[in-house]
């Protein structure tokens, strides 16, 4: 594809030859006929040595990107260029219309005749699939459940009864979505099953990762609102909200209940207890365990630093003695305070 055509998709400016471009690589791995960019500043010293025919940088790098037989497209935020190039010269594949002989359909499901469901596909009855989607084999779709328009669900994914997507949404493959919830109740010397009567509400262009599990409401709806993306191994538990265009990354956990707000970003085994408010726009640091709610937007971590085991050890147990520590510094702050008290009480 040429630069041209780029820009002319994607805006930006074009400095230098309108060459071809085949893919996209890193400014380590880059040849002619690729095209890489630069959005950390930590890796400017690349562009002297990078081979690539084309870079994606800032207006303001120009000047430093410029080399003989290199061409540039300048663009305000050059990764989020990059991965709209990404997408054009990767377009998302298109649904070949048609259910496979050896899928399975239930009674009154709907399947629009845009859509492609592929062999050892499961749908159960009054089922409604939109138009365009891909289901790959193995999915399992269980009854009443509602898709949109198209979404793309990759093998082995799990859809339990009742749940309802919206449109251009994505599963990986082992995504369950719509298991019972941990919810028991101690009955005298065992646990008693409490039924999990809500569902699954995904909203639009949400996009869920391998193995990620989100369990159903138990007795109002777990609801993931549009544009959220989840990474690997996430497990959301019932009736968990996540407000729009939130993200969060692999291994990470929501207890029960807890609503998270819009524009969030949760890291990587990051856990969150049950029943708490997690405000819109907050940064959750990867390994962070979140206690009670959070009202105020803001960056938080909660992690220890590194050290070697011996070190470890030694902090401890010094935290074991901490609450003694505090006590002390309290006693001997209120015996200075006592003594600074009495020398300016004398005479």
């Excluded at 940064?283 to 909660?302: E, F, N, P």
């Amino acid at each position: 594809m040429k630069l041209s055509h780029i820009v002319a998709a994607l805006g930006g400016e074009l400095r230098g030859e309108d060459r071809d471009i085949d893919r996209l690589a890193s400014m380590e791995e880059a040849g002619a006929g690729q095209i890489t960019f630069l959005a950390n500043p930590k890796y400017r010293s690349q562009l002297d040595s990078t081979a690539a025919g084309a870079v994606i940088v800032k207006p303001a790098l120009e000047d430093a990107a410029s080399k003989v037989g290199r061409s540039l497209i300048l663009a305000a935020d050059p990764y989020l260029y990059f991965a709209r190039v990404a997408t054009l010269l990767n377009p998302p594949p298109a649904a070949v219309p048609g259910i496979h002989p050896r899928a399975v359909v239930g009674e009154g499901s709907v399947v629009a005749a845009s859509t492609e469901v592929r062999e050892m596909v499961s749908i159960g009855r009054h089922v409604t699939i939109g138009e365009r989607c891909i289901i790959h084999p193995g999915v399992v779709i269980g009854d009443n459940v509602s898709i949109g328009d198209d979404a793309l669900i990759y093998p082995n994914v799990s859809l339990y009864h009742g749940c309802r997507l919206g449109n251009r949404v994505i599963l990986h493959a082992g995504a369950v979505i719509g298991a019972d919830g941990f919810g028991l109740a101690w009955n005298t010397d065992r646990w008693f099953k409490i039924p999990q009567t809500g569902v699954v509400v995904i909203g639009d262009d949400v996009e869920v990762g391998a193995n990620t599990t989100i369990d159903r409401g138990a007795l109002k709806d777990t609801i993931i609102g549009e544009g959220v993306k989840l990474d690997n191994q996430i497990q959301l538990a019932h009736n968990v909200q996540v407000g729009a265009h939130t993200a969060m990354a692999g291994c990470a956990a929501v207890a029960g209940s807890t609503k998270i707000g819009a524009r969030c970003t949760i890291g990587g085994a990051a856990r969150i207890i049950g029943h708490l408010d997690i405000a819109d726009g907050t940064h959750v640091g990867a390994g962070t365990l979140i206690s009670k709610s959070i009202r105020q937007a803001d960056a938080y971590t909660a992690v220890y630093p590194m050290a070697t085991h011996k070190e470890w050890l030694a902090n401890a147990a010094h935290l074991r003695h901490l609450g003694e520590l505090v006590t002390r510094v309290k006693q001997l702050e209120k015996a200075l305070q006592q003594a600074q008290d009495n020398k300016d009480s004398q005479p």
